[in-house]
């Protein structure tokens, strides 16, 4: 009947030996903790057992490749991608998802999908009309929850877990944003850290929501463009980090909305 073999998918088959098989037999792979499933061929029926672990097979690398749940770590990564990017990037080719994918373990379509997912369940997506990807986990919707009801605690967690992914602070954020005063102690330096956090998380989310344009002018240079605070900073904890309590203007204009010189109705007409 031949040797057993495991295919991609974890399952396992009495076949000829062939190229990428297991060869090191049954009882290597009994050892093994992996369930698998044993198919029997047989003309007309289908019969299927367990009868055998996999894990310390030639194929037993493949085995990572199955199907897994997400985690909130990865999960809080996954939305400060989506805070990152524009919808239009929420694709498999785009440079930011080629990069982060690998390093939690998961494909570029794989992550592309699970941002695509957190779109279906993105009110402001649903009022044009966009439904996203169907198919959102109860803990996808727990994630998104909470980042609703407090920007600033899940969006200072989603950008720790950033920089712990890529091993250093994303210094995309001016530190001109926000004025913050020099550390005196531990915890103040800690306070430091967390602001900063926020300050790059919103620049992102309001730079990504506005495609990397001002709101008044439409100028295009990411280096004059300022996340403004609808509601200021010193007002409201809790939504220093909403993306929907910004705007994205240029730096005159900024200091003049800062200063009330001068103020925006709802289609952000300014008068």
């Given amino acids: 009947m ?3 073999h495991c295919r991609l998918d974890g399952t396992a088959a009495y076949v000829r030996p062939r190229k990428n098989s297991c060869r090191e037999g049954l009882n290597t792979c009994r050892a093994a903790s992996h369930p698998v499933r044993v198919d029997w061929p047989r ?9 055998f672990n996999v894990g310390q097979c030639s194929m037993r690398k493949y085995l990572g490749h199955m199907p897994r749940n997400w985690t909130e770590q990865e999960l809080l990564i996954a939305m400060n991608l989506y805070c990152r990017l524009p919808f239009g990037q929420f694709d498999h080719r785009t440079e930011l998802i080629k990069l982060v994918a690998p390093k939690i373990g998961r494909s570029p379509d794989a992550l592309a999908m699970k ?12 009022k044009r009309g966009i439904s996203g990807l169907k198919g959102a986990s109860n803990l996808d919707r727990k994630i998104w929850s909470d980042f609703q009801q407090n ?3 899940m969006a200072e ?3 720790a877990a950033f920089e712990t992914l890529a091993g ?3 210094i995309s ?4 944003e926000t004025t913050i005063a020099l550390p005196n102690g531990p915890s103040e330096a800690e306070r430091i850290v967390k602001t900063r956090r926020l300050q790059r998380f919103f620049r992102n989310a309001i730079l990504a929501s506005y495609e990397n344009r001002c709101a008044l002018t439409g100028m295009a240079v990411p280096q004059l463009l300022v996340a403004s605070h609808i509601i200021p900073w010193s007002e409201n904890e809790k939504r220093r980090a909403d993306p929907t309590n910004g705007l994205c203007l240029n730096a005159l204009h900024d200091k003049a909305f800062d200063r009330h010189l001068i103020t925006f ?7």
């Fill in 2 to 4: 031949g040797e057993p």
């Fill in 43 to 51: 003309k007309g029926a289908r019969n299927t057992k367990t009868l």
């Fill in 115 to 126: 941002l695509s997912n957190l779109a279906s369940l993105d009110s402001y997506h649903q």
């Fill in 151 to 153: 920007w600033t605690a």
């Fill in 157 to 159: 967690k989603s950008e």
């Fill in 168 to 170: 250093q602070p994303d």
């Fill in 173 to 176: 954020a001016p530190e001109s």
């Fill in 265 to 271: 109705d709802e289609p952000r007409k300014s008068s």
